[in-house]
């Protein structure tokens, strides 16, 4: 069974968002860098060599 009617997301997002935008509730743009930049620092790009991980890097 389905639990949310096709296009709720969408609705919500072209709906709910821009009036909470608008109430300055939610961020109207994103800080530059990645997800990993913002946890670990800036200029930090990789995993470093020791974390497990790494193993599995791709050049």
Not at 3 to 26: C, I, K, S
Not at 41 to 57: E, N, Q
């Amino acid at each position: 069974m389905q639990y949310l009617p096709p296009g709720t997301a969408e609705d919500f997002v072209e709906l709910v968002v821009p009036e909470l935008q608008r109430r300055g509730r939610h961020r109207t743009s994103y800080d530059d860098g990645t997800l990993r930049e913002r946890l670990l620092g800036p200029g930090i790009h990789r995993l470093p060599d020791t974390h497990p991980g790494a193993a599995y890097r791709h050049l």
